[in-house]
Every structure is written in structure tokens, then in C-alpha cells.
């Protein structure tokens, strides 16, 4: 499984939102790929990915994908970012 973590430069809350998604995978006892991406690459990369995950500001420039796309409220609660992946996951 492919997640894209998406944040607007790709380098600092994305990252955050990655280290909690791959520790809420571990959670749940799930193996993933999970990459910390910016918003202009990560229209590209979610094409061969199964969910990004990302801010309400950004959806709408993530433009029209397929790969469904979860918004996450606050990126370093990692209650919600479990929540938001289980039910991305449909778990």
C-alpha cells in the first residue's frame, strides 16, 4: 500500500503527517509505503498511490485524482491521523 503524505512544500508537516501515519500503520498492524511530498509532486505520485492524506486547505489544489484523498484536521494528533487512516483504508 501507497500513501502520500501532502503538505504545501513537502518538507516540514508532511513530513510530521508521515512519521504519524507510519506509526499509526504500525498501529494497526499494516505495512506501507508512506512519502512526505509536496503539493505540485504529489499530483503525480498520488496516481500510483492507494490514499493521500492532506490539509482542507490543499484538496482543491490537488485538482481532479482518483486516489482518494482524506483530510486530516491536525497533523500531529495522532489519534486522528489513526482515525482518518482507518477510515481512508476502509478498516
Given at each position: 500500500?501507497?500513501?502520500?503524505?501532502?503538505?504545501?512544500?513537502?518538507?516540514?508537516?508532511?513530513?510530521?503527517?508521515?512519521?504519524?501515519?507510519?506509526?499509526?500503520?504500525?498501529?494497526?498492524?499494516?505495512?506501507?509505503?508512506?512519502?512526505?511530498?509536496?503539493?505540485?509532486?504529489?499530483?503525480?505520485?498520488?496516481?500510483?498511490?492507494?490514499?493521500?492524506?492532506t490539509s482542507?486547505?490543499?484538496?482543491?489544489?490537488?485538482?481532479?485524482?482518483?486516489?482518494?484523498?482524506?483530510?486530516?484536521?491536525?497533523?500531529?494528533?495522532?489519534?486522528?491521523?489513526?482515525?482518518?487512516?482507518?477510515?481512508?483504508?476502509?478498516?
Open positions: 500500500m501507497k500513501i502520500i503524505a501532502v503538505c504545501g512544500m513537502g518538507i516540514g508537516t508532511s513530513v510530521l503527517l508521515k512519521m504519524n501515519i507510519d506509526q499509526a500503520l504500525d498501529n494497526l498492524g499494516l505495512e506501507g509505503d508512506v512519502e512526505a511530498a509536496d503539493i505540485s509532486s504529489a499530483r503525480g505520485a498520488a496516481a500510483s498511490a492507494d490514499l493521500v492524506m482542507a486547505e490543499l484538496v482543491e489544489q490537488l485538482g481532479d485524482i482518483d486516489t482518494p484523498v482524506i483530510v486530516v484536521d491536525n497533523f500531529v494528533d495522532q489519534a486522528e491521523v489513526q482515525e482518518k487512516l482507518q477510515q481512508g483504508l476502509e478498516l
